[in-house]
Every structure is written in structure tokens, then in C-alpha cells.
């Protein structure tokens, strides 16, 4: 059992991560205005995930340091790989 468990713990981390990383990328493009509030984000619960910035209080962002892998390094590369205009563009512009 433990030679299955390790792929798929890397694997949910990965689509964890990267489930996280399309969020932001989402909130850039509909909500630009919001960015601030996911500067100091280290984790987003991708089971309270929602596009309504109503919703976001609900335990949606961490600040605290958790042991799961960092998603903004995966953002980063998603949008390099999508944007490449300034930071300021809405993604939805260049799509």
C-alpha cells in the first residue's frame, strides 16, 4: 500500500498547488482589486474555493506557515507561460 500512497500524496499536492495557482490567476483577471489580500497568503483551502470575494473569509486564506508546498511558485510559471505583459494586464485581455 505504501508504494501507491506516495504518488498519489505527490500527486494531490501538485494538483492542490495547482488548483491554488488557477484561483489567482482567476482573481487577477476578475478581481484585480483584491490582489493585496493574497500578498502574504502561504495556502489557499481548495475546498472553500469560490470567485465570490464574499466567500473569502471563511477560512479560504492561510498566513501561517503549513506544511504543504508552495503554490506561488507554480503561479508564477502559469502566468509567465499565459501573460507576457506587466503585471497590471488583465488576463482575460491576453487570452
Given at each position: 500500500?505504501?508504494e501507491?500512497a506516495?504518488?498519489?500524496?505527490s500527486?494531490?499536492?501538485f494538483?492542490?498547488a495547482?488548483l491554488?495557482?488557477?484561483?489567482?490567476?482567476?482573481?487577477e483577471?476578475l478581481y484585480p482589486?483584491?490582489?493585496?489580500?493574497?500578498?502574504?497568503?502561504v495556502?489557499?483551502?481548495?475546498?472553500?474555493?469560490?470567485?465570490n470575494?464574499?466567500?473569502?473569509?471563511?477560512?479560504?486564506i492561510?498566513?501561517?506557515?503549513?506544511?504543504?508546498?508552495?503554490?506561488?511558485e507554480?503561479?508564477r510559471?502559469?502566468?509567465?507561460?499565459?501573460?507576457?505583459?506587466?503585471?497590471?494586464?488583465?488576463?482575460?485581455a491576453t487570452?
Open positions: 500500500h505504501d501507491l506516495e504518488p498519489y500524496a500527486n494531490m499536492a494538483y492542490e495547482l491554488q495557482a488557477l484561483f489567482l490567476l482567476a482573481v483577471d482589486e483584491h490582489m493585496k489580500k493574497f500578498d502574504e497568503v495556502w489557499i483551502d481548495v475546498n472553500k474555493l469560490s470567485l470575494p464574499e466567500d473569502w473569509g471563511d477560512g479560504l492561510v498566513k501561517e506557515a503549513v506544511a504543504h508546498r508552495d503554490f506561488k507554480l503561479y510559471e502559469v502566468r509567465k507561460q499565459l501573460v507576457q505583459k506587466p503585471a497590471s494586464t488583465n488576463l482575460s487570452i
